[in-house]
């Protein structure tokens, strides 16, 4: 065994090499080009700009981004990680349990103003088939239908939902919804309760798909 690791672990000490470090600055970069994308979109956010912010030069950015292409791509990437992670990681027992998970989900949001507002700027600019974000919203999207009508099929065979109900149609309609409330929001975030009017939608729904015409039950608060 190497003696430097055996003298760190006798002593508890955690080693802080360049692994460490440039791990903190990846992190660092990647928080302000959130802020940076969601105040100018992607065109005319500057990697100059950012790497200043940060407190490095283009040049070191550049040595953990390869490009701002690259960068955009991370930052989505480790987004869409972070609440699959927080919010999907588990599967769902019912329709109803899916729909309380969407409803956490936008009230987390709300309060990441910076993360939802960049989604808002770069869904509208991404509408481009050239723009280097089309490719990722395309594939989040087209999962996201696919996932949340499955989840819907199933509450149709186990008797949760109608069986009349167009599971697809269903997906497609929560989803524009939950986009349509969230620009909203961003258009007017004193004026709009994000949470409050989602639910308002989703009760209205679920009554109307449900077999009990049931309401949702309430959420619990996430961090």
């Known amino acids: 065994m190497d003696r430097t690791n055996s003298r760190r672990q006798q002593t508890g000490t955690k080693a802080r090499g360049p692994y460490s470090v440039g791990d903190e600055r990846r992190r660092r970069i990647l928080d302000a080009a959130v802020e940076h994308f969601a105040q100018w979109g992607f065109h ?3 990697l100059a700009r950012i790497a200043k912010e940060v407190g490095v030069t283009q040049s070191g950015l550049l ?3 390869r490009s701002k292409e690259d960068l955009l791509v991370s930052v989505l990437e480790r987004s869409e990680e972070h609440d699959v992670e927080k919010f999907f ?3 769902f027992d019912s329709a109803a349990h899916c729909f309380v998970r969407l409803l956490e989900l936008v009230d987390y949001n709300s309060r990441r103003p910076g993360r939802t507002r960049m989604f808002n700027v770069l869904v509208g600019e991404s509408s481009d088939p050239g723009h280097p974000a089309h490719a990722f919203f395309a594939r989040r999207y087209d999962t996201i239908v696919s ?15 109608l069986p009349a109900t167009d599971c697809t149609a269903t997906a497609q309609e929560v989803i524009a919804v939950m986009d349509g409330i969230q620009l909203q929001w961003a258009l007017a975030p004193d004026s709009v309760d994000m949470a409050q009017r989602l639910r308002t939608y989703l009760d209205r729904l679920y009554r109307s798909v449900s077999t009990t015409g049931a309401t949702l039950p309430p959420t619990a608060p996430l961090g």
């Open 44 to 46: 005319a956010s500057s």
């Open 63 to 65: 040595h953990h981004f």
């Open 89 to 91: 990681r588990t599967d």
């Open 147 to 161: 996932q949340l009508s499955e989840i819907l099929r199933t509450a149709v065979g186990t008797g949760e939902f």
